[in-house]
């Protein structure tokens, strides 16, 4: 059964939310073995002093990112299970006995992954939670079904290791490469409960997504080209269905955004849009504009 588990809180900040985030790992009602708190260059000794009265693990680091700064923490950590925390998120506290349950339930499955909720700054709950439906993995990668939040995770120490963990080269959309790699290995138990909560903020909102998109083509082609080039049909098949489908959803978001820039003036930001349109999704690009006007 498994009950080793390390707890990974990587931080560049501290902030006002760190100490719910880790009151929150305290008050599992199935406890973690430890809590690691990853120091990626915050200022100051704040965040060492934290972690000594805490009673957390503290290592730090000199602002490498958050990949490698997640990464380091996995390399350090005893436990066979791994679960990352954000410094702004919370659990609920009956999140591990629940991925253990369903870990229990399903032995050959190398992570699991639970639904959660949305608050704001105070804690208040708003909008619609989301879930966690039991699928295969091919399901996943294939984008029929949208892949699990990294903040859901709590994954075999070992897969990590063996897939080298975060790709300490993306800056965006690592938690979805990540998760793409680990699905090739295997299945995921799904808890279909609301347990992990999302804290959005002015500091963690990103408004502008173009980035983004860049980084997740570039993760799709990669392992669709790996896929191919070791013989396995069955995971490039499901690849080549995710990026048809990621061009579809890509042109459409690039259209919503480009709107959104040009009621801002942010003619800079209309501009790499539009060349993202045209060198990336130029077919896509125009259907979506086609479809965007038969609805009006």
């Known amino acids: 059964m498994p009950r080793s588990i390390s707890v990974i809180i990587p931080t560049n900040r501290g902030g006002r939310f760190l100490g719910a985030a880790v009151a929150s790992v305290k008050a599992q009602t199935e406890p973690v073995s430890e809590i690691i708190l ?30 490698a700064a997640r990464n380091a923490g996995a390399a350090g950590a005893h436990g066979e299970w791994l679960v990352f ?15 253990i349950a369903a870990l229990d339930g399903q032995p050959l499955a190398i992570a699991s992954h639970t639904g959660g909720w949305y608050m704001d700054e105070e804690g208040v709950r708003f909008g619609v939670d989301w879930s966690a439906r039991p699928v295969t993995a091919l399901e996943m990668i294939s984008g029929r079904v949208p892949l699990p939040r990294i903040t859901t995770l709590i994954v075999r120490h070992d897969a990590f290791d063996a897939i080298g963990g975060f790709d300490t080269r993306m800056r965006m959309s690592e938690d979805n490469d990540l998760m793409r790699r680990l699905l ?38 990669r392992l669709l080209h790996t896929a191919r080039r070791h013989g396995d049909r069955q995971h490039a098949a499901a690849l080549l269905e995710r990026w048809h489908r990621f061009r579809r959803e890509a042109a459409e978001e690039n259209l919503r955004e480009m709107g959104g820039a040009a009621r801002a003036h942010d003619w800079v930001y209309v501009i790499r849009c539009v060349g993202w349109a045209v060198r990336t999704a130029p077919g896509q690009s125009v ?9 009006r």
């Open 85 to 99: 925390l954000d410094d702004d998120d919370v659990w609920h506290p009956e999140r591990i006995a629940a991925q």
């Open 184 to 221: 090739m290995r295997g299945d995921f138990a799904a808890v279909d409960r609301s347990l992990v909560g999302y804290r959005r903020h002015p500091g963690n909102v990103t408004s502008r997504m173009l980035d983004g998109r860049v980084a997740g083509r570039g993760s799709i082609r």
């Open 287 to 295: 259907r979506a504009a086609a479809r965007r006007v038969q609805r």
């Open 38 to 67: 990853v120091d990626d260059g915050a200022p100051g000794d704040e965040l060492e002093r934290f972690a000594l009265s805490e009673g957390l693990r503290y290592l730090r680091l000199d602002g490498v990112g958050v990949s």
